[in-house]
């Protein structure tokens, strides 16, 4: 069974950063692209960031450009997402998806001081 | 990138009933759009691939139509646990986008 298991949200301070991960079981891992998708309070869901099997090829939406990373480590079955700068309105809660099919159940991350 | 505009946005209906909902993508998406359920505090659960794939697993009153720009989901005999959100994503373009979402509920 496809089991995505996302952690390391939380409260942080404007500014500040959190890493999340998400650990992966149930299928190769290496063989995926992955990505993560975030829904804000009230709001849509809208993509976020989205890596390669191999971690060779990395996409973000401009909003998150230069302040997040996205990156994987295929020997643990783990995707991570680095947020750096954070500001209020990366207020969500961030799912890791296997691109397209399978998502976890996400986590919230609450940017506020 | 693509927009994604989906109606309704709250429907209200009774154990079942036929219900469809739609999702009209801002130009054509060549038929990749999938469909997904989410319920409060679970994970989003993919329904429906690529129009009209049916997810292993997922019963056969949910099915999928469309093309070009215009596509519909439809629970044919809607069942208690079929309360839920819907949603639409496109992925013929990168990014994916996502329709805003259609919450069905118990009439």
């Known amino acids: 069974e496809v089991q995505l298991v996302e952690s390391g949200g939380g409260l942080v301070q404007p500014g500040r950063s959190m890493k999340l991960s998400c650990a992966a079981s149930g299928f190769t891992f290496s063989n995926y692209g992955m990505a993560w998708v975030r829904q804000a309070p009230t709001k849509g869901l809208e993509w976020v960031a989205t890596i390669s099997y191999d971690g060779s090829s990395t996409y973000y939406r401009d909003s998150v450009k230069g302040r997040f990373t996205i990156s994987r480590d295929n020997a643990k079955s783990t995707l991570y997402l680095q947020m750096n700068s954070l500001r209020s309105e990366d207020t969500a809660t961030y799912y890791c998806?296997?691109?397209?099919?399978?998502w976890g159940q996400g986590v919230m991350v609450t940017v506020s001081s | 990138d693509i927009q994604m505009t989906q109606s309704p946005s709250f429907l209200s209906a009774s154990v079942g009933d036929r219900v469809t909902i739609n999702c009209k993508a801002s130009?054509?998406?060549?038929?990749?759009l999938n469909w997904y359920q989410q319920k409060l505090g679970e994970a989003p659960k993919r329904l429906i691939y690529?129009?009209?794939n049916l997810q292993t697993g997922i019963p056969s009153r949910f099915s999928g139509s469309g093309s070009g720009t215009d596509y519909t989901l439809t629970i044919s005999s809607l069942q208690p646990e079929d309360f839920a959100t819907y949603f639409c994503?496109?992925?013929?373009?990168?990014?994916?986008?996502f329709g805003a979402g259609t919450k069905l509920e118990l009439k």
């Open positions: 994503l496109q992925h013929n373009s990168f990014p994916g986008t």
């Open positions: 998806t296997r691109v397209t099919d399978y």
């Open positions: 130009q054509n998406i060549n038929k990749y």
């Open positions: 690529n129009t009209n």
